[in-house]
């Protein structure tokens, strides 16, 4: 990986050892231990190309540095001319990446670099939607810790990428009281009580199914609630109940015909886990231009 691809993860939050590690993963998995038979084939061992990603549809683009870092872990001295940016919209045909040199090692990085595109860019587009549907309320979409295991960092760069918000990183970053936690708890007051007195400096965030739960976390002074399955008369009472003492997220049933309605009860953050666990891939192609 050379140093403007390292620069360039860095810039966008994203660890360079963790992704290319990933890279080496998916590599091998491609290959399998052995070659690409069908390159091998039929490619001229010497012949050089140029390869152009291309967006075969409208949408949002996100990870374009971790393609480059694929081509670039395949051979660093591939010519990689990036054309797009993370975060822009991008029209049927736009060309985002163009990669020069060997066809043999253009081709082998092909396929991973347009996998990592495609599942970023259907986050970053899906919720790009999420956020247009809400626009002009206030409230803002936030992620969950739905995510593909091994991808939850560049899953939720997409959704930052798609002007989306994210929840935490782990379940180190803040504490979610849920109704497991309650149940052994003793009671929702109780459960937050406890996280608070543990790690008083962790934010702590509790769920409650009912408008009688929010009245006794608010009482016991917690400063973020998850209302969970709530409907949209019961959001709009329980932000008159909470009267600004604490913000409120809508989670549960959410979909993009109720988004606008959710977000306009005056509630502050919308959870959406079909951000990383149900996007559309943006499809996303590959054409090859053989050197004259």
Known sequence: MNDSTVAALNAAGLDPVAVEQLIEITLAEDLAGG???TTVATVPLDQRA???LVARQAGVAAGIPVAAAVFGSVNPALEIKVVAGDGDRVERGDVLISITGPTHDLLRAERPALNLLGHLGG???L???WVAAIAGTG????DTRKTTPGMRALEKYAVRCGGGQNHRMSLADAALVKDNHVLAAGGVAEAFAAVRAKYPAVPVEVEVDSLQQLDEVLEAGADLVLLDNFTVDQLHEAVQRTGGRAKLEASGGLSLGVA????ATGVDYLAVGALTHSAPVLDIGADLRQEA
């Not at 409230?139 to 936030?142: D, N």
């Open 35 to 37: 070659e690409d038979v």
């Open 50 to 52: 140029t390869l152009d």
């Open 123 to 125: 986050i970053a587009t």
């Open 127 to 129: 919720t790009a939607v």
């Open 139 to 142: 409230a803002i979409v936030r």
């Open 260 to 263: 606008a309605a959710v977000a």
